[in-house]
């Protein structure tokens, strides 16, 4: 059984871009490249633009959560920290079919 992490999080106005592209070249190529990863896409809403969705998609939860003891986690975070307009929220799924 696979491991899902979703961060949702709204955009201040003006950042929506800068996100999208940081997010695309800085942090995918990052977790990715994490063991037992096995995706990382950011989703923007279409309805509302600047609301998104980072999901993670590990091979199990013990991935996800050396990842997130390595710091790496908490780095790619900070890389878009300043557009977020409020806090972000976490939330874990296991996954059946991947």
Same mark, same amino acid.
């Given at each position: 059984m696979a491991f899902v992490r !979703?961060?949702?999080? %709204?955009?201040?106005?003006?950042? =929506? @871009?800068? =996100?999208c592209r940081t997010y695309e /070249?800085?942090? =995918? &190529?990052i977790i /990715?490249?994490? @063991?037992?990863?096995i995706s990382a896409v950011l989703l923007q809403q279409h309805?509302? &633009?600047?609301?998104?969705?980072? =999901?993670?998609v590990w091979?199990? /939860?013990?991935?996800a959560e050396t990842y997130e003891r390595s710091g790496?986690?908490?780095q790619m975070v900070e %890389? !878009? /920290?300043y557009a977020f307009a409020g806090p972000p929220t976490l939330l874990t799924y296991d996954?059946?079919?991947i």
């Amino acid at each position: 059984m696979a491991f899902v992490r !979703i961060g949702q999080f %709204k955009a201040r106005t003006g950042t =929506i @871009e800068e =996100i999208c592209r940081t997010y695309e /070249r800085d942090a =995918i &190529p990052i977790i /990715r490249a994490a @063991e037992g990863n096995i995706s990382a896409v950011l989703l923007q809403q279409h309805e509302s &633009p600047d609301t998104f969705m980072a =999901i993670t998609v590990w091979q199990s /939860r013990g991935d996800a959560e050396t990842y997130e003891r390595s710091g790496l986690a908490q780095q790619m975070v900070e %890389k !878009i /920290r300043y557009a977020f307009a409020g806090p972000p929220t976490l939330l874990t799924y296991d996954a059946y079919g991947i």
